[in-house]
């Protein structure tokens, strides 16, 4: 089993910033991808960032220009910066990826989420 816990979620004014943080820990053989993703009650869960094991990183429109992630392996750690927040960005933010659990096992994991509030 694989665990994700998210920190970092909170109350901000428009215009300003938070950073996520999600951890991972379990055994895992490897990473094949890892990102933030939200929802809300009224939206279907969102991909927000995703980063591949390679590297490659795709962004949101929405996330595009504001938000930034970023990966430590040595920490196990996947980090989301996000700047010029806007009220529609208020939504839960889940860790999620797909993990490779043995050579020819892969299995989709998910955190329980931090809230992430943007006040006009």
């Known amino acids: 089993q694989v665990q994700l816990v998210e920190s970092g979620g909170g109350l901000v004014q428009a215009g300003g910033s938070l950073r996520l943080s999600c951890v991972m820990s379990g055994r895992m053989f490897s990473v094949n991808h890892i990102g933030w993703y939200r929802q809300t009650p009224e939206k279907q869960r969102e991909l927000v960032a995703r980063?591949?094991?390679?590297?490659?990183?795709d962004y949101a429109d929405f996330a595009k220009g504001r938000f930034t992630i970023s990966r430590d392996d040595a920490a196990n750690a996947v980090y989301l910066q996000m700047d010029k927040l806007e009220p529609r960005d208020t939504a839960v933010y889940l860790c999620?990826?797909?993990?490779?659990?043995?050579?020819?096992?892969?299995?989709?994991?998910w955190g329980r989420g931090t809230q992430v509030t943007v006040s006009s």
């Open positions: 980063i591949t094991s390679d590297g490659i990183i």
């Open positions: 999620g990826g797909l993990f490779r659990l043995a050579v020819t096992n892969t299995r989709t994991f």
